[in-house]
Every structure is written in C-alpha cells, then in structure tokens.
C-alpha cells in the first residue's frame, strides 16, 4: 500500500484517476481538474494550492481525493467565516486549512473516489491520511463539500470515530419525472407558475432573441471569447473575482467536448449578448456561470433554466442542479434539496461551540425547507 500527497493532478496518470470516476461526473475527471491547474485557476494567487491524494496497492491506484490547502475561504459555497472570525479572535490562525472540493462549483459529487466494493478499505485510509497530513502540516481544519450520499452517510456514521461533524445547507433541484416535452412538464406545475412560465418565455421571444445550444465540437473560439467576456462582466458588476479564464472554458470544451453545455444569446443585429455556462455527466446537468452585456427582460431564466430543462428532457437526463442559493428558482419548477458537508477541526477549542452550532443549523435549515410550498400540482 503506498499513499501519497501530490502538488499537481497530472501526477496522477488520468486514465487510473478516470476509472474510478463515477457517473462520468465532468468536475471530477482528471481533464477539468488539470485545465484548473493549467490555467492558474487554482494557485496561491486565488488562494487554492492542490494537495491531491492517491492510494496506490500493488501498483494499481484503489483510492483519490481532490484536496486543497487554503488560505481563504473564497469558491467554496459552504460558509465557515464565523468559524475564522472566531480562531481570528483569539489569536488562533484557521488558514491554511484543507478542503475537498471542486474550486468554485458548489455541485454535488465524489470526494473520497474508489473502486466499487472498496469503500470499507479506502474511505478510513483517506479520513486517517488526511488527519495525519493535517497535523504534521498544521492545517486548522480538514472540510468535506457537496460529497455523495454514500459518502456523507458513511462518514455520519464514522463522527464519533474521526470527530467529524456534519453541516446542511439547501439548494434547488429540478429532477425529470420521464417527461416527453417541455409542456409535459408544465402540465406538472400549479396553473399559476405554469401560466408564468410561459409569459417569462414569451417575453424572450417577443424581444428577437435567438438562442443558440452548443457544445465542445461546435463552439467556435469567437463564441468563447465572448463566454469568457460575459463570465468576467459578471463578476465585475458585483466586485468578485473572475477566476477562470478563456484558455480554460476553451481547454475542457477541448477535452470534454460532450459535456459542455453552452447557451448564447443574439439580439436582433445578431450580436451576442449573454450565455450561460453548464456541464453534464450520464445522469445530471450541472449550471455554472452567467454573464451579459445588454440587460434583456427574462432572458436569465431562459438560458440559465428553461433551457436546462428543456436539454434534460431531451437527453434523459435525471437531475438539474444549476447552483448554490436561490429561493426563486421553485417557481420554475425546482425544489428544495438538502446538501451534506462534513468537517473536521484540529485540536480546536472550539469543537463543542462549533458542534452546537452545527446541530442549530441543521434545525433551522429543516424549518427552512419544510416552509417553502411545492411548485408542483398536488404537492
């Protein structure tokens, strides 16, 4: 058994860190994670260093995680700035601290990666490796974001064990009940949000709107360029970052060119406008990033959700997430959806503080969801 800490993906060969890929899951195949690094999207300048983790037996890789030392908590979508104002407070550093994620992208996905039947081998190596790295490195803290269900479950039952706690959060999904058309859909929702739907779409069409459905062979450089202005006007209006950039949206649409999901929009000079940014593995279409230059009634709703649905039940695809936040997302038809997270805190003072807090916040986001009524007929 040999178990090692790597500063770069391409360390490990893609096609041993692809076989334990499930569900053909874009954000966690070794291309998106190498054009990350490629592209400096991921450095110390943005405050993401990778420290992946490999498990190699006899030679054969059984086990991996995609790690990151950070020293910000910025792209990650699981709040802990209470926790750092605390440690700040008291003289305490929390960063460095180690993240298991995918850098800005709050979907959900692989964290402890294995082959099929090796979880009960794997998933301990993986827990105890990273506690043993974090207290000869001195990290604060070791956090888990947005794993699957197997994984939370496991490491849930695994608290008392390692002394992890567990976080909840909520997000809003849109899962396809085997419909055959857009309107199969509607027909599902109460008449009002289906009758506002339909005004929303209209009011797209009614303005000369052209949108346009793309993927990695038939996007041009000109169409990333524009993505790529789009992205970064976005996050110049609100005053983030734009940490990604067009030689990586150009890279994975290379790569993996049938994941990519890129909807742009022309006025009526032809001129495009807007876009929106998804992936897709075998079952679920992921939403990630929206940008424009001419503010156009309903047009977000359009290319950010509409047309995701619209591509889910097209292609059979069984789920929608298109992102973190977003309580006016059950009017067009998804749900509440409770999202998982697991930490583990270093020799910290603070363990029985952060532990309450931890069990008032699963309280409140239960209250949360079970006040939000169903957009769907009968529900």
């Given at each position: 058994m040999q178990i090692n800490i790597h500063s770069k993906i391409k360390q490990i060969p893609a096609?041993?860190?692809?076989?334990?890929?499930?569900?053909?899951?874009?954000?966690?195949?070794?291309?998106?994670?190498?054009?990350?690094?490629?592209?400096?999207?991921?450095?110390?300048?943005?405050?993401w260093r990778p420290c992946h983790i490999s498990i190699q037996q006899d030679g054969k890789l059984i086990g991996a995680m995609p790690l990151y030392s950070k020293t910000n908590s910025y792209g990650e979508f699981v709040f802990d700035h209470a926790w750092a104002d605390a440690y700040q407070r008291n003289q305490l550093a929390y960063f460095p601290k180690l993240v298991s994620s995918i850098p800005?992208?709050?979907?959900?996905?692989?964290?402890?990666?294995?082959?099929?039947?090796?979880?009960?081998?794997?998933?301990?190596?993986?827990?105890?490796?990273?506690?043993?790295?974090?207290?000869?490195?001195?990290?604060?803290?070791?956090?888990?974001?947005?794993?699957?269900?197997?994984?939370?479950?496991?490491?849930?039952?695994?608290?008392?064990?390692f002394d992890l706690l567990s976080r909840h959060d909520c997000q809003f999904h849109w899962?396809?009940?085997?419909?055959?058309?857009?309107d199969s859909f509607l027909a599902k929702l109460d008449k009002k949000k289906r009758k506002n739907i339909r005004q929303e779409r209209k009011k797209v069409t009614q303005q000369n709107i052209q949108l346009r459905q793309l993927n990695?062979?038939?996007?041009?450089?000109?169409?990333?360029?524009?993505?790529?202005?789009?992205?970064?006007?976005?996050?110049?209006?609100?005053?983030?970052?734009?940490?990604?950039?067009?030689?990586?949206f150009k890279e994975v649409a290379h790569k993996?060119?049938?994941?990519?999901?890129?909807?742009?929009?022309?006025?009526?000079?032809?001129?495009?406008?807007?876009?929106?940014?998804?992936?897709?593995?075998?079952?679920?279409?992921?939403?990630?990033?929206?940008?424009?230059?001419?503010?156009?009634?309903?047009?977000?709703?359009?290319?950010?959700?509409?047309?995701?649905?619209?591509?889910?039940?097209n292609n059979k695809l069984q789920v929608f997430e298109p992102g973190a936040q977003g309580?006016?997302?059950?009017?067009?038809?998804f749900i509440p959806t409770l999202t998982r997270s697991s930490h583990w805190l270093n020799n910290s003072p603070f363990f029985d503080s952060v532990q309450q807090f931890t069990q008032h916040e699963k309280q409140g986001v239960a209250q949360y969801?079970?006040?939000?009524?169903?957009?769907?007929?009968?529900c």
């Open positions: 096609k041993d860190w692809n076989a334990l890929v499930k569900d053909n899951n874009p954000f966690l195949r070794h291309e998106f994670l190498s054009a990350l690094e490629n592209h400096d999207c991921v450095s110390d300048a943005f405050g800005y992208t709050p979907a959900s996905g692989q964290r402890l990666l294995c082959r099929e039947g090796d979880q009960e081998l794997v998933f301990p190596l993986l827990i105890k490796t990273i506690q043993q790295f974090a207290q000869q490195q001195n990290y604060s803290s070791f956090h888990c974001l947005f794993p699957l269900k197997i994984e939370q479950d496991w490491m849930e039952a695994q608290q008392n064990e899962n396809n009940q085997n419909y055959n058309s857009f990695g062979h038939t996007a041009s450089d000109k169409d990333w360029q524009d993505f790529t202005h789009f992205y970064q006007q976005t996050f110049t209006e609100k005053h983030g970052h734009a940490t990604l950039n067009e030689g990586f993996l060119p049938d994941q990519v999901l890129l909807i742009l929009a022309d006025n009526e000079q032809g001129e495009c406008i807007a876009g929106s940014l998804m992936f897709h593995s075998n079952t679920t279409l992921y939403g990630r990033h929206w940008g424009c230059v001419e503010q156009v009634d309903k047009l977000h709703f359009e290319a950010c959700y509409y047309q995701g649905i619209e591509f889910c039940i309580e006016h997302k059950i009017a067009r038809g969801m079970q006040s939000l009524k169903s957009p769907y007929k009968d």
